[in-house]
Protein backbone atom coordinates (compact mmCIF):
# COMPACT_ATOMS: atom_id res chain seq x y z
CA UNK A 1 0.00 0.00 0.00
CA UNK A 2 0.75 3.35 0.09
CA UNK A 3 3.23 5.53 2.38
CA UNK A 4 2.33 8.16 4.57
CA UNK A 5 5.47 9.36 7.03
CA UNK A 6 5.61 11.93 9.96
CA UNK A 7 8.18 13.95 11.21
CA UNK A 8 9.05 14.29 14.42
CA UNK A 9 7.03 10.97 15.73
CA UNK A 10 7.42 12.98 19.03
CA UNK A 11 8.10 16.34 20.21
CA UNK A 12 8.60 18.12 23.90
CA UNK A 13 7.58 21.87 23.82
CA UNK A 14 7.54 24.23 26.68
CA UNK A 15 4.34 26.47 26.43
CA UNK A 16 3.87 29.20 24.34
CA UNK A 17 6.09 27.51 21.69
CA UNK A 18 5.46 26.54 17.99
CA UNK A 19 5.77 23.07 17.31
CA UNK A 20 5.32 21.82 12.86
CA UNK A 21 4.67 18.93 12.03
CA UNK A 22 5.48 17.46 8.37
CA UNK A 23 3.37 14.57 6.89
CA UNK A 24 4.79 13.43 3.88
CA UNK A 25 3.56 11.04 0.96
CA UNK A 26 6.51 9.07 -0.36
CA UNK A 27 4.77 7.06 -2.99
CA UNK A 28 2.14 8.88 -4.43
CA UNK A 29 0.63 12.26 -5.34
CA UNK A 30 -1.25 13.37 -2.26
CA UNK A 31 -3.94 15.86 -3.75
CA UNK A 32 -5.53 16.09 -0.20
CA UNK A 33 -4.35 15.09 3.15
CA UNK A 34 -6.22 15.02 6.40
CA UNK A 35 -5.13 16.39 9.84
CA UNK A 36 -6.61 14.78 12.67
CA UNK A 37 -6.42 14.90 16.79
CA UNK A 38 -6.53 11.80 18.98
CA UNK A 39 -6.73 12.26 23.09
CA UNK A 40 -6.22 9.49 25.01
CA UNK A 41 -8.75 6.36 24.75
CA UNK A 42 -10.62 8.04 22.05
CA UNK A 43 -11.44 8.79 18.43
CA UNK A 44 -9.22 10.58 15.52
CA UNK A 45 -10.79 13.97 15.48
CA UNK A 46 -11.00 15.53 11.80
CA UNK A 47 -9.31 18.75 12.32
CA UNK A 48 -8.81 19.98 8.76
CA UNK A 49 -8.94 19.30 5.16
CA UNK A 50 -5.99 20.78 2.97
CA UNK A 51 -6.07 20.46 -0.98
CA UNK A 52 -2.52 21.00 -2.74
CA UNK A 53 -2.01 24.87 -3.43
CA UNK A 54 -5.43 26.18 -1.89
CA UNK A 55 -6.10 26.82 1.96
CA UNK A 56 -7.40 24.73 4.10
CA UNK A 57 -10.71 23.90 5.09
CA UNK A 58 -10.91 23.97 9.00
CA UNK A 59 -13.38 21.31 11.65
CA UNK A 60 -15.86 23.35 13.21
CA UNK A 61 -14.19 24.81 16.53
CA UNK A 62 -10.70 24.27 15.07
CA UNK A 63 -8.69 27.63 15.26
CA UNK A 64 -7.14 28.31 12.22
CA UNK A 65 -4.97 30.66 13.47
CA UNK A 66 -3.62 28.44 15.89
CA UNK A 67 -3.40 25.07 13.91
CA UNK A 68 -1.54 26.63 10.69
CA UNK A 69 -1.57 24.39 7.86
CA UNK A 70 0.55 24.44 4.58
CA UNK A 71 -0.51 21.73 1.75
CA UNK A 72 2.34 23.82 -0.54
CA UNK A 73 3.34 20.70 -2.43
CA UNK A 74 1.74 17.25 -4.04
CA UNK A 75 4.33 15.37 -1.31
CA UNK A 76 4.18 17.64 1.58
CA UNK A 77 1.53 19.08 3.74
CA UNK A 78 2.81 20.75 7.23
CA UNK A 79 0.40 21.05 10.60
CA UNK A 80 2.16 24.16 13.11
CA UNK A 81 0.85 24.44 16.65
CA UNK A 82 1.01 28.13 16.98
CA UNK A 83 1.65 28.93 20.82
CA UNK A 84 1.19 25.72 21.99
CA UNK A 85 -0.39 24.83 25.48
CA UNK A 86 -0.23 21.35 27.85
CA UNK A 87 -4.24 21.14 26.47
CA UNK A 88 -2.74 21.31 23.11
CA UNK A 89 -0.91 17.82 24.14
CA UNK A 90 -2.05 15.59 22.36
CA UNK A 91 -1.85 12.21 19.36
CA UNK A 92 -1.56 14.38 15.97
CA UNK A 93 -2.22 11.71 12.80
CA UNK A 94 -2.19 13.07 9.23
CA UNK A 95 -3.55 10.90 5.98
CA UNK A 96 -3.63 11.61 2.19
CA UNK A 97 -5.39 11.00 -0.48
CA UNK A 98 -4.48 11.07 -4.19
CA UNK A 99 -6.08 10.62 -7.42
CA UNK A 100 -4.13 7.58 -8.39
CA UNK A 101 -5.26 5.75 -5.32
CA UNK A 102 -7.60 2.42 -6.43
CA UNK A 103 -9.47 1.29 -3.64
CA UNK A 104 -8.55 2.92 -0.35
CA UNK A 105 -8.41 6.59 -0.41
CA UNK A 106 -6.96 7.76 2.65
CA UNK A 107 -3.76 6.56 4.02
CA UNK A 108 -2.23 7.33 7.77
CA UNK A 109 0.80 8.38 9.10
CA UNK A 110 1.98 6.82 11.96
CA UNK A 111 1.43 9.72 14.14
CA UNK A 112 3.65 12.22 16.35
CA UNK A 113 3.10 13.29 19.95
CA UNK A 114 3.13 16.65 21.29
CA UNK A 115 3.62 17.20 24.56
CA UNK A 116 3.23 20.26 25.92
CA UNK A 117 4.81 21.41 29.66
CA UNK B 1 -26.05 13.37 12.81
CA UNK B 2 -23.79 10.21 11.47
CA UNK B 3 -22.39 8.18 14.07
CA UNK B 4 -20.73 5.45 14.07
CA UNK B 5 -20.74 2.60 17.37
CA UNK B 6 -18.69 0.02 18.47
CA UNK B 7 -19.18 -2.75 20.81
CA UNK B 8 -17.69 -3.93 22.84
CA UNK B 9 -15.80 -0.82 24.13
CA UNK B 10 -12.77 -3.57 25.60
CA UNK B 11 -12.47 -7.23 25.35
CA UNK B 12 -9.94 -9.77 26.47
CA UNK B 13 -8.94 -13.47 24.70
CA UNK B 14 -6.86 -15.80 25.19
CA UNK B 15 -4.54 -16.52 22.62
CA UNK B 16 -5.60 -18.64 19.76
CA UNK B 17 -8.84 -18.25 20.68
CA UNK B 18 -11.27 -16.53 18.26
CA UNK B 19 -13.76 -13.31 18.55
CA UNK B 20 -15.81 -10.94 16.94
CA UNK B 21 -16.34 -6.92 16.86
CA UNK B 22 -19.71 -5.26 16.53
CA UNK B 23 -19.70 -1.75 14.20
CA UNK B 24 -23.36 0.07 14.27
CA UNK B 25 -23.60 3.00 12.29
CA UNK B 26 -25.73 6.05 10.54
CA UNK B 27 -23.97 7.54 7.74
CA UNK B 28 -25.46 8.47 4.44
CA UNK B 29 -25.00 8.97 1.73
CA UNK B 30 -22.94 5.77 2.89
CA UNK B 31 -19.73 5.41 0.45
CA UNK B 32 -17.95 2.30 1.92
CA UNK B 33 -17.12 0.77 5.41
CA UNK B 34 -13.57 0.25 6.95
CA UNK B 35 -11.78 -1.44 9.68
CA UNK B 36 -8.56 -0.11 11.29
CA UNK B 37 -6.03 -1.63 13.56
CA UNK B 38 -4.32 0.95 15.20
CA UNK B 39 -1.34 -0.28 18.05
CA UNK B 40 -0.58 2.13 20.97
CA UNK B 41 0.97 5.31 19.76
CA UNK B 42 0.59 4.50 15.84
CA UNK B 43 -1.28 5.62 12.78
CA UNK B 44 -4.37 3.39 11.66
CA UNK B 45 -3.78 0.91 9.30
CA UNK B 46 -6.15 -0.85 6.89
CA UNK B 47 -7.35 -4.46 7.58
CA UNK B 48 -10.53 -4.53 4.83
CA UNK B 49 -12.55 -2.09 3.38
CA UNK B 50 -16.28 -2.71 2.01
CA UNK B 51 -18.60 -0.96 -0.51
CA UNK B 52 -22.45 -1.08 0.19
CA UNK B 53 -22.66 -4.19 -2.26
CA UNK B 54 -20.11 -6.21 -0.43
CA UNK B 55 -21.16 -8.75 2.19
CA UNK B 56 -18.31 -9.88 3.54
CA UNK B 57 -14.57 -9.48 2.95
CA UNK B 58 -11.43 -11.14 4.24
CA UNK B 59 -7.82 -10.34 5.26
CA UNK B 60 -5.72 -13.40 6.58
CA UNK B 61 -7.08 -13.76 9.98
CA UNK B 62 -9.55 -10.94 9.69
CA UNK B 63 -12.97 -11.35 8.35
CA UNK B 64 -15.14 -8.26 8.14
CA UNK B 65 -18.88 -8.69 7.55
CA UNK B 66 -21.53 -5.70 5.94
CA UNK B 67 -24.96 -5.43 6.84
CA UNK B 68 -26.24 -2.63 4.91
CA UNK B 69 -29.78 -2.90 5.20
CA UNK B 70 -29.68 -3.37 9.22
CA UNK B 71 -26.48 -0.84 8.83
CA UNK B 72 -23.93 -3.68 11.34
CA UNK B 73 -20.88 -4.99 10.26
CA UNK B 74 -18.37 -6.95 12.37
CA UNK B 75 -14.76 -7.94 12.28
CA UNK B 76 -14.29 -11.50 13.27
CA UNK B 77 -10.24 -12.64 14.28
CA UNK B 78 -9.59 -16.23 13.74
CA UNK B 79 -7.05 -17.95 16.24
CA UNK B 80 -5.80 -14.80 17.75
CA UNK B 81 -1.78 -14.03 18.29
CA UNK B 82 -0.26 -11.82 21.19
CA UNK B 83 0.33 -9.49 18.07
CA UNK B 84 -3.44 -8.53 17.80
CA UNK B 85 -3.56 -6.51 20.55
CA UNK B 86 -4.75 -3.36 19.52
CA UNK B 87 -7.59 -0.96 19.41
CA UNK B 88 -9.56 -2.20 16.33
CA UNK B 89 -11.87 1.30 14.48
CA UNK B 90 -14.65 0.96 12.69
CA UNK B 91 -14.69 3.91 10.19
CA UNK B 92 -17.33 4.47 7.86
CA UNK B 93 -17.48 6.87 4.80
CA UNK B 94 -19.24 9.40 3.55
CA UNK B 95 -19.02 10.81 0.05
CA UNK B 96 -19.65 14.50 -0.32
CA UNK B 97 -17.93 14.93 -3.36
CA UNK B 98 -14.76 14.96 -0.81
CA UNK B 99 -14.77 11.97 1.06
CA UNK B 100 -15.96 12.47 5.29
CA UNK B 101 -14.74 9.76 7.72
CA UNK B 102 -16.56 8.82 11.13
CA UNK B 103 -14.63 7.10 12.90
CA UNK B 104 -16.13 5.01 16.03
CA UNK B 105 -14.43 4.82 19.40
CA UNK B 106 -12.55 1.40 18.73
CA UNK B 107 -12.86 -1.77 20.86
CA UNK B 108 -9.54 -1.95 22.69
CA UNK B 109 -8.89 -5.90 22.04
CA UNK B 110 -6.14 -7.91 24.51
CA UNK B 111 -4.79 -10.72 23.66
CA UNK B 112 -3.20 -13.11 26.84
CA UNK B 113 -1.03 -16.14 26.97
Known amino acids: GAVVSQHPSRVICKSGTSVKIECRSL??????MFWYRQFPKQSLMLMATSNEGSKATYEQGVEKDKFLINHASLTLSTLTVTSAHPEDSSFYIC?????????????FGPGTRLLVL | KNQVEQSPQSLIILEGKNCTLQ??????????LRWYKQDTGRGPVSLTIMTFSENTKSNGRYTATLDADTKQSSLHITASQLSDSASYIC????????????FGTGTRLTIIP
Open chain 1, 95 to 107: SASGLALKGETQY
Open chain 1, 27 to 32: DFQATT
Open chain 2, 91 to 102: VVSANFGNEKLT
Open chain 2, 23 to 32: CNYTVSPFSN
